[in-house]
């Protein structure tokens, strides 16, 4: 059974920076592809960034330049490095792999 643990969130102030964490259990973090997403208050959840198994990495246009998708195989463990923080990025942020997802990691940002 694939288990998802996401954590690193907390409260930052706006251009700072925070690392989340996406530890996986139950199955091989290589080869496979693995994504963040967030949702914000009163909203859908939206993609963040993703990184294939090869280590190619997708983001999407908001958060190209600031966010940085990396995995370590050995830890089973993806991050998600996350600089310049607006108040727009808040929400709660979740990783995903195949359809199964973690419980997500609150991100605070106060302007």
């Known amino acids: 059974q694939v288990q998802l643990v996401e954590s690193g969130g907390g409260l930052v102030q706006a251009g700072g920076s925070l690392r989340l964490s996406c530890v996986v259990s139950?199955?091989?973090?290589?080869?496979?592809?693995m994504d963040w997403y967030r949702q914000a208050p009163g909203k859908q959840r939206e993609a963040v960034a993703s990184?294939?198994?090869?280590?190619?990495?997708i983001y999407a246009d908001s958060m190209k330049g600031r966010f940085t998708i990396s995995r370590d195989n050995g830890k089973n463990t993806v991050y998600l490095q996350m600089n310049s923080l607006k108040p727009e990025d808040m929400g709660v942020y979740y990783c995903?792999?195949?359809?199964?997802w973690g419980q997500g990691t609150q991100v605070t940002v106060s302007s």
């Open positions: 995903k792999m195949f359809e199964v």
């Open positions: 139950g199955i091989p973090l290589s080869p496979y592809t």
């Open positions: 990184i294939r198994g090869g280590g190619r990495t």
